[in-house]
């Protein structure tokens, strides 16, 4: 994929059915059907479109499309990525609940 091609793909992002085509290629791949390279390859596009997600503040999306990449590559940048995002989705401050 050429990298304009892959940064139109990743802006497609933005489309209602990007979280159904995501879902698709996770579900859709399993370890006796794909190649390492191949599962790879989607998880690094899966990381790529839950960034876009995070940066747009679609939470859950952002969310979906990194566990999405972690079930196809438990070694993606996408595991530390949900991790991050998780502590600041759950990380409050005491002092603004206790007047």
Not at 10 to 28: H, K, P, V
Not at 37 to 43: H, L, V
């Amino acid at each position: 994929m050429a990298e304009n091609d892959n940064h139109e793909h990743i802006n497609s992002a933005e489309n209602d059915g990007c979280l159904r085509n995501m879902l698709y290629l996770c579900g859709r791949f399993n370890a006796n059907d794909v190649s390492t390279t191949d599962r790879k390859a989607q998880a690094e596009e899966l990381y790529l479109q839950g960034n876009v997600f995070r940066k747009q503040q679609q939470w859950a999306e952002a969310l979906n499309a990194y566990e999405a990449a972690v079930a196809l590559d438990s070694e993606s940048p996408a595991a530390a990525a949900r991790e991050m995002l998780m502590n600041i989705m759950e990380f409050y401050c005491k002092d603004y609940y206790n007047p």
